[in-house]
């Protein structure tokens, strides 16, 4: 009995019952013990339907879209919406800003290929434009190829973050993206901090497993060194309007080609975009675009040849302009692209290059100027379900340089003698499954006056983990 008494003077202590009730007998403990089986039934009820409703909002945002992965369009107004993602609100009102545990959606991109070359890729050049970055169809017979690793998460109601390592066949793994950006400022307005692949261009934003071709377009070879990828800051504003419109600026370090790493304060690239699209109808829509590129380079050095056939290292100092206009139209029928659709896709770019070349084999110089272009156009028809063929074709013009003002002449500098280079592109996939790809591609390319190469590759792209929606 006198434990009975303790263990109700402590109830009733807990649970705020009056002092003349603590000295309880049997009944009042049975009573007390209902009402304990009462509130756990209420609080188990109130949980589970919390716990329901923080499900259901879960499903509704943008977090969930990263669970999955989609090869086929989206609108336009729906690849605008995922650009950015909303705030998760908790039930309440409640937010998670106390509450960033690390718990992000993981994706791994695993990507190889067979490659059949006629010509040595180790002598490969685009004729007519100063090299670099990533240039030519790698190297022949079986490649591991590019593969990669991201990590994505909400931050908190403000900001979300990324990072995306690539895993280079050579087994060196570079960062790709790493970035963090705000989730909606207001009106419209949002920005990126980091590294991550520029807005400029059309194909540039976009990860090299979604091309639909096995290597990227030879302007975005002459003209970024396969991708431009800037250490810096965006600012994207999306208009309040029917039709997406959507302008931006980017302000890096200047660091990537066609700049180079100069070790100074300040601002070394600046960049910007305007992107505007719309439905046509029911079954289909357009993007179009125009993108603006000013960078800075000193003493960006590249491998030449000089008059007399010797491996020489040359240099480009000054500045260089780009401007780039894209566009493409998707069609499905009735809006939906499960079994058939097809895409239209083009860019046109054109370079202005103003500054000086240094050699140091003998060491000379010059003034250099050089207006430069280039474009593609490809079209990738599915035609059943899982089925695409594509055809591409790209055409470069490197212009007639200007030297003059130095010691040194246009012979010195081989690389950069004027010529047309081109090719043309046929490729067959076959996705059994939104997750994996397999690809078989035939290219003649004539980047160089000297030979033309014709290129075979087999490749397949296999995607595991989260992955987000892929852009318009």
């Not at 090299?208 to 990828?229: E, N, R």
């Amino acid at each position: 009995m006198l434990k009975h008494t303790v263990l109700a003077t402590a109830l009733g202590a807990a649970l705020g019952l009056p002092a003349h009730a603590w000295a309880a007998s049997d009944q009042d403990l049975a009573q007390i013990r209902a009402q304990i089986q009462q509130l756990k039934s209420n609080y188990e009820a109130r949980i589970q339907a919390l716990e329901k409703r923080l499900q259901e909002t879960e499903s509704r945002s943008p977090a969930a879209a990263l669970a999955q992965t989609t090869p086929i369009p989206i609108p336009i107004a729906a690849a605008a919406a995922a650009a950015v993602p909303g705030p998760v609100a908790l039930p309440g009102g409640a937010t998670p800003a106390m509450n960033n545990a690390f718990n992000p959606s993981i994706s791994l991109i695993l990507g190889g290929t067979y490659a059949n070359l006629s010509q040595n890729p180790d002598r490969y050049r685009i004729q007519g434009f100063i090299p670099g970055g990533n240039v030519g169809p790698g190297k022949r017979g079986l490649n591991l190829g590019e593969s990669e690793l991201t990590l994505a998460a909400s931050i908190d109601p403000r900001f979300a973050g990324q990072m995306t390592f690539s895993l280079s066949p050579d087994n060196t793994v570079s960062v790709e993206e790493a970035f963090f950006q705000t989730r909606d400022l207001s009106n419209g307005l949002n920005l990126k901090a980091g590294r991550f692949l520029s807005a400029v261009g059309y194909l540039n934003g976009q990860h090299a497993h979604t091309w639909d071709f096995v290597d990227a377009p030879l302007a975005y070879q002459a003209f970024f060194g396969g991708q431009y990828k800037p250490d810096g800051v965006q600012l994207r504003w999306l208009a309040p309007t029917d039709q997406f419109l959507e302008l931006g600026l980017e302000a890096g370090r200047g660091s990537t080609f066609p700049g180079n790493d100069r070790n100074r304060n300040g601002i070394g690239s600046t960049a910007l975009f305007a992107h505007l699209g719309d439905d046509i109808g029911e079954s289909a829509s357009y993007r179009a675009g125009l993108s603006y590129l000013r960078t800075s380079a000193a003493q960006r050095r590249y491998d030449d040849i000089d008059s007399v056939g010797n491996d020489v290292v040359n240099a480009f100092t000054g500045n260089s302009s780009t401007i780039i206009a894209d566009g493409v139209y998707k069609w499905s029928p009735n809006g939906n692209p499960v079994q058939t659709n097809l895409k239209l896709q083009g860019e046109y770019f054109r370079r202005t290059d103003r500054g000086s070349l240094s050699s140091d084999a003998p060491a000379q110089s010059t003034g250099y100027r050089a207006a430069q272009s280039g474009w593609y156009l490809q079209g990738i028809y599915q035609f059943t379900a899982g089925w695409r063929a594509g055809l591409r074709y790209d055409r470069l013009h490197s212009g007639t340089p200007e030297f003059g003002g130095g010691t040194a002449s246009a012979a010195s500098f081989s690389q950069l003698a004027s010529y047309q280079p081109r090719r043309a592109t046929v490729m067959l996939d076959y996705s059994p499954s939104e997750f994996s790809r397999f690809r078989l591609q035939f290219a003649q390319d004539r980047a160089r006056p000297d030979a033309t190469d014709n290129q075979i590759f087999l490749q397949y792209i296999m995607s595991l983990g989260a992955h987000g929606a892929h852009t318009f």
